[in-house]
């Protein structure tokens, strides 16, 4: 039991950072990137043994941790009656191209947004991303295509139209 206790410490020493950083890129907000690892963790916590000897800890945190996303996604998409409408507040800030990066981001559905961080965040293979979320390598392929045609539309400045293009001299 004390071993159980100590690898399990020593692998949460090891990973945290790493965990963190991938909830993060899922989420956007600090807060519930701790949040989500945090319950993660705990959860991993009680079934230690079990996971160890499965052979992948980390997969499986990382697992659970987009499981807790797509279930706080689902418990705050219902929509809430409020007494009173709350002011918009506008920015008139342009965003930087990372953090316009980061909202198209959080634009996309889970699966999607999942793959991006996973691939390139993370530099995951796509075997390893398939095996993380359950799905097959096709599937990966599929949900990257799709989720990176959307980010390359999205950043993809206008053309000019016809009147704001220079006239041919």
């Not at 689902?74 to 920015?91: A, F, G, N, Q």
């Not at 634009?107 to 947004?113: G, N, V």
């Not at 965040?121 to 398939?130: H, N």
Request: proline share 7%.
């Amino acid at each position: 039991m004390d071993q159980d206790v100590a690898a399990f410490d020593a692998f949460v020493r090891a990973r945290l950072p790493a965990l963190l950083r991938f909830a993060y890129a899922l989420t956007g907000d600090p807060h519930t990137a701790a949040d989500l690892v945090q319950d993660a963790l705990e959860r991993t916590g009680m079934r230690w043994n079990k996971v160890e000897r499965q052979g992948d800890p980390e997969g499986y945190v990382r697992r659970a941790i987009l499981n807790g996303r797509v279930s706080r996604w689902r418990k705050h998409r219902r929509e809430t009656l409020v007494d009173c409408v709350p002011e918009r507040i506008t920015s008139y800030e342009v965003p930087s191209r990372d953090e316009q990066l980061w909202q198209l981001l959080a634009t996309l559905p889970a699966r999607q947004r999942a793959v991006i961080v996973l691939r390139y965040y993370e530099d995951m293979s796509e075997i390893q991303i398939a095996a993380t979320l359950g799905c097959s390598p096709g599937t990966v392929k599929s949900q990257s295509s799709k989720a990176l045609a959307k980010l390359r539309v999205a950043l993809t400045p206008p053309a000019p139209s016809a009147e704001e293009a220079p006239c041919p001299t």
